[in-house]
């Protein structure tokens, strides 16, 4: 195999369940938007109700559509689905009993036709913006909001089963707008409650807040990040430090190996030049496959059990590793990254060689890189397996 990304699902389900113990009486929700962070939507969210998460959280109608379609019922899990348009599909998210966040009347609009039009009621989490400026209610829309929401609830037409809002920077401790947020927050639940909503769940926590914020946990936390074992607070902690262990192995094989004389360039550009004769290695994976091309010269790879650095500039599908007087063979492995428990790099030492997060170094791994599955079970039995 080229290369292949190694998805420990024994390893996510520990995640979960390190993470439902810091959260008391409040459920988990596993996230598993954009490929569950590109390890794979379906058995990830699979493994994640195992260890005993009760709501799966997605972006787009397209991805809840597709946890439906892979089996995952409403008695098995609810699914929140939060990024919506005025073309998506509506009905058939509202037939498939996909709990929707409402952010406007817009939106509440949208849903009222749709149940119109399949004769079944909607599950809604109305979303107020508290301050990170994206999706939901402003202060001064919210009353008028909850208004609309409670009327329709009153009549039949949809079920107010949310109230909910997001940080803007839950991972920096001590920032002004974290208890801002938590101030306004309530104030908007307090809004909900007057006019007679009672949702099923409030929540606000992401994995730092999940993490570092036990006072904004309420009745559900969102963990995202976290339950793919990487730390979304890497500045006051490792993932050790919380019980969490990463999931994804990215590696590869080599795919060639040769001897050049010193001053010989490598590469597009020929940004670098070996220093002296020396052994190249060439990796076959780049940026078509999600290595970032800012890793050029930067990027941290294992092989041969040292940490080598990629040379010169990373192309579409291959990179070069300057080896030195160390030798090799076509076939050995090469780990760009994965728990650290060899001496490889991790996600998190990527992201700082790329000068980004890690959460952008594991969702970019693209969709020709196989994933295999190890740590199934026999609910969830893709160990050994190569799904997308």
Request: aromatic share 6%; hydrophobic share 40%.
């Amino acid at each position: 195999m080229r290369a292949e990304a190694v998805v420990d699902l024994a390893a996510l389900r520990g995640n979960i369940r390190a993470l439902r113990a810091r959260t008391g009486p409040a459920d988990v929700m596993s996230v598993v938007k954009a490929d569950a962070y590109g390890h794979g939507m379906v058995p990830c969210a699979r493994a994640a109700l195992e260890a005993g998460a009760t709501w799966l959280g997605t972006a787009t109608p397209d991805e809840a559509l597709a946890l439906r379609a892979a089996g995952i019922t409403a008695e098995q899990a609810r699914v929140l689905c939060w990024l919506w348009t005025p073309d998506a599909p509506w009905e058939r998210t509202v037939e498939a009993g996909i709990d929707i966040s409402v952010s406007g009347g817009w939106a509440l609009d949208r849903v009222l036709a749709a149940v119109r039009a399949t004769g079944r009621s909607a599950r809604i989490h109305l979303k107020a913006d508290t301050g990170l400026g994206r999706n939901g209610a402003q202060p001064h829309d919210w009353p008028e909001l909850v208004a609309a929401a409670r009327a329709a609830e009153a009549e039949g037409l949809v079920a107010v089963t949310g109230l909910w809002s997001h940080f803007a920077c839950a991972d920096e401790p001590g920032h002004p707008s974290v208890p801002a947020q938590l101030t306004r927050f309530r104030e908007a639940l307090a809004v909900a409650e007057a006019a007679g909503l009672r949702p099923e769940v409030r929540h606000l926590a992401n994995s730092p807040a999940t993490l570092l914020l036990p006072e904004s946990h309420f009745d559900l936390v969102r963990t995202g990040l976290a339950q793919y074992g990487l730390s979304p607070v890497p500045e006051v902690g490792g993932p050790d430090d919380y019980g969490l262990r990463p999931v994804m192995t990215l590696q590869a094989q080599l795919a060639s190996v040769k001897q050049v004389p010193a001053g010989h360039g490598v590469s597009y550009g020929h940004s670098y030049t070996t220093p002296t004769d020396t052994t190249l290695a060439l990796v076959p994976l780049g940026y078509a496959d999600g290595v970032p091309r800012h890793a050029s010269s930067t990027g941290p790879v294992l092989i041969g059990g040292k940490w080598r650095t990629v040379a010169g500039r990373v192309a579409m599908d291959q990179f070069v590793v300057d080896l030195g007087g160390d030798r090799a063979e076509v076939g050995d492995t090469v780990v760009l990254f994965g728990p650290g428990d060899r001496g490889e790099p991790t996600a998190e030492d990527w992201a700082r060689a790329c000068g980004t997060i890690s959460y952008e170094i594991i969702t970019r791994i693209g969709a020709r890189v196989p994933r295999r599955y190890v740590g199934g079970s026999a609910a969830d039995p893709v160990e050994g397996g190569g799904d997308g």
